[in-house]
């Protein structure tokens, strides 16, 4: 298997070949990336809806316990809308970064819990809209969330 770092070089090399317009393409950059797992080990990431499904995984959930939890708040819980507890094998460089796809109006907030878990809260600035005059849109289909995770 050919290394990471050797792997890494080729892979700049067929990006500097292709801004200069010689020999190398996208194609090949994505055959390069594919073969040798650059994206898995760069930046790992994932790709689920709020039923906890996964729909998309980059190398993410090698790197997690188990797929993320996502909870609903519960009766009287109030100040949220979606709970996502996340729990990695071991410790990360920094905490997961999560981002609504179908949703950009959300507050996230991330805090680390028990151990090497974290907990996201995501909070929909619906009410704010609503507030102010603005109808928020209906979901067909669950909402999705990516997440990114930045390994040691």
């Keep these: 298997m050919i290394s990471f770092a050797v792997t890494e070089t080729k892979f700049f090399c067929a990006i500097a070949k292709l801004n200069k317009g010689e020999g190398a393409s996208y194609s090949k950059l994505l055959r390069i990336v594919e073969a040798n797992g650059i994206s898995r080990r760069a930046r790992p990431s994932m790709v689920f809806d709020s039923e906890g499904s996964v729909l998309a995984d980059t190398g993410a959930l090698s790197l997690l316990e188990s797929v993320s939890e996502v909870v609903p708040p ?6 949220y809308d979606m709970k996502i507890i996340v729990h990695p ?6 905490e997961p970064i999560i981002e609504a796809l179908d949703d950009g109006n959300v507050s996230v907030t991330v805090r680390r819990i028990r151990g090497t878990s974290w907990e996201v809260l995501v909070a929909s600035r619906a009410q704010l809209l609503a507030a102010s005059g603005i109808k928020p849109a209906r979901h067909l289909s669950p909402a999705r969330y990516r997440l990114e995770i930045v390994p040691r």
């Design 89 to 94: 094998k071991g410790m990360l460089l920094g």
């Design 74 to 79: 519960t009766e009287g819980e109030t100040g």
